[in-house]
């Protein structure tokens, strides 16, 4: 079964940075694509960045131009680099497969950013 281990939020200020990262303790990146998604309290779960076994990626427009994802399969790691930060970018961050979560969610990373 493979665990996916979210870490690297935080309290940041409105323009801030922050680089997240997802390990998995299986090779699942060279078959899967991946990708991130956040939670804010009352809201459903969302996509904001993904990336294919190839290499492609993709982001909503909420996010398309602020937020980076990236791959690093010989660690088994997905990362997200997050600049100019806003508050409503507040949320628990999970990664998972994407377009379909295979695998059970990790806690995820909490992430606040404050005006």
């Known amino acids: 079964q493979v665990q996916l281990v979210e870490s690297g939020g935080g309290l940041v200020q409105a323009g801030g940075s922050l680089r997240l990262s997802c390990a998995a303790s299986?090779?699942?990146?060279?078959?899967?694509?991946m990708g991130w998604y956040r939670q804010a309290p009352g809201k459903q779960r969302e996509l904001v960045a993904s990336?294919?076994?190839?290499?492609?990626?993709n982001y909503p427009d909420s996010v398309k131009g602020r937020f980076t994802i990236s791959r690093d399969a010989a660690k088994s790691t997905v990362y997200l680099q997050m600049n100019s930060l806003k508050p409503d970018d507040t949320a628990v961050y999970y990664c998972?497969?994407?377009?379909?979560?295979?695998?059970?969610w990790g806690q995820g990373t909490q992430v606040t950013v404050s005006s």
């Open positions: 998972n497969t994407w377009p379909v979560s295979l695998y059970e």
């Open positions: 299986g090779s699942i990146f060279s078959t899967y694509a």
């Open positions: 990336i294919r076994n190839i290499g492609t990626t």
